[in-house]
């Protein structure tokens, strides 16, 4: 067992921190003891000296090495480095479509259909969820560390065999294993997210990541058309894995492990209402109790020093930094399809995965109606309808990320001071709206290309990013204040339920517009789009019911 004084293998025991007696460690894949459920109420503001503060959700520990202590230039630094990584992986995946338009000719006259050209974006986005069925169990078991590490060398050599290419086989099969590498920005990315960052900054800072992600992201596609057009589009792909050499360089060097056991105190599990409570127990804790116990933005204690070492370099450069606990691979995989039974979870993944399969849609059929008549666009400039969705990626920053952020607070206050995980989907109202409006846009201006401008074409390919932004940034935020003891198969629910349906409504898309048509088929989309808001409006008002309800499987 660890202690204080054996600060190197803190995560196979005790809590650095954890003086009391009874203190109940969370593990990422175990429960606390029974008799009481957390359901993620929790108080996240308090009076203190007649002003209110935030409580720092979860507490942060007096050691050093604690994720939760690291500076905050080194907290940015690292969302920078592994923002960066996400993009060079998702970048080969995701952007293709604006590309899809130079591969064309290439493999038509090898006689390969559209349909299996088209399964160049669409299997490898399929693999992206399903690669995590492996990784996070082991990143739940080894570390974040060695996978983000592996991984980002997976990533490096899946590109440089697409840079070598010299059939469509060879192309597709390195690209899944692209697609595989790449899947650790869906998973790893926001836990690592989760770790370094308090209950209040999260939204913040994964919409940050995503919306870098997508202005990086769209710069290098737009000027990679012309760079395919003049050298060749595999130098679309060396271009990546040179970025990809550079993440994984990086990495060693500034993204250290972020791992640590907590008690479950720190994630206000003592705060939290069981599901044999109401919230007039909660709001009994008095104010004076939490002021004096809980840390806030303004009140945090100091690092103990004496007790255990700093943080240095050659602590940070360690691969391997926790006991291996192998025991907790299957145990993830269990409560991931535990998750799925809840009501609230089953939402969020089944309509992050639906509509990313619209977009996947979109993506497919756009550039081609780009470059037909009427609109006769040249193929090098498809690429530019991706400078859209700058405005979007900057706008998605303060709306998603710290109006959301903002409003769980506000909403806090308002509540006695007592947070709900279903103030965050406030923030998914109107992007649900929008979503419903775009589908109709596209159907009518992909149907009906001689009737209406291109914008129709452009515009909700380009705004349809906000909804993206929305349902995962929103989505994954709202489950992880539900259940932070399960943050990795959350992710794992999250990612693999992605792929698996946005693979489904998407891999089909060609054969379905030739057999109802555009407009019918994004009917049915902006349909499905409605039947999600209207879900969202009874979780917003239940939500808590549910939560209550399934805690006994997610404690």
Known sequence: MATPQDPEKFATGMHPTSSAKGDTIVHETESPSEGRLFNGTIKLTTSKDRKEEVVLIPQPSADPRDPLNIAKWQKLLMLGLITFYSITGLCAINSLGSLLVFFIPEYQAEGISMQRISGLITYPSLLVGLGNILSMPLVLSIGRR?????????????????????SFEWHFAARCIVAFAAAQSEATVPLIIQDIFFLHQRARAYQVWASAQTLIQSAL????????????????????????????????????ETYYDRPAEAWGFKDSVSNTSNRADLQETTTTEISTQKQTETSRHSLDLASYPPRTLSSDLRVFVMTPDYSCILRTLKQAVQLLAFPHVAWIALMNGVIIGFDISIIITYGPILVAPPYNWPETSVSLTQIGQFPVAFLAIPLLGWFSDRSVIWMARRNKGVHEPEFRLLTLVFPLILCMILMIVYGLGAQNPFKYHWMAIVFPQDVILLVLFACNTVGLTYLLDAHPQRAGPICVVICVCRGLISFGVSRNTVTYVDNIGFLNLFGIYTGMVGVFAVVCVAVFFWGKRLRMLCARWAN
């Open 146 to 166: 060695p996978v983000y590490l592996a991984s980002n060398l997976v990533l490096l050599i899946g590109l440089i065999l697409c840079a070598t290419s010299k």
């Open 221 to 256: 596609v737009m000027g990679s058309s012309y760079m395919t057009r003049d050298v060749g589009w595999r130098s679309w792909y060396g271009l990546l894995a040179a970025m990809a050499g550079a993440s994984l360089l990086l990495g060693i060097v500034f993204v250290p």
